[in-house]
């Protein structure tokens, strides 16, 4: 039934649409996996496979949110410059 409301030229914020359900359900599933879990008892692996599906899934989602409300003309298509910007990615290096 989808298929039937969404026209070719808005294929594209669909699928962004989509991705974001992909991007929540990777972090839903990181989070889960490490509340089921007691984490002083899991070795690295497991520990960065959590950290890193978490990670990826909440970059994931919040990319294809964005990405969705840009394609549907909802945001303005200018990149998004935060105040600060360069203070932030500094701190997260060190």
Do not use: C
Request: proline share 4%; net charge negative; no cysteine.
């Amino acid at each position: 039934q989808i298929a039937e409301r969404v026209g070719p030229t808005q294929l594209p914020q669909a699928v962004a649409g989509f991705h974001s359900l992909v991007g929540l359900a990777a972090a839903s599933t990181a989070i889960g996996d490490f509340m089921t879990h007691d984490f002083s008892k899991l070795d690295g692996f497991h520990a960065s496979s959590i950290y890193a599906g978490a990670w990826m899934g909440g970059i994931t989602a919040t990319g294809s949110v964005i990405a969705f409300g840009k394609l549907a003309e909802m945001m303005d298509s200018k990149p998004l410059q935060l105040p600060g910007r360069d203070a932030i990615n500094a701190g997260m290096i060190a």
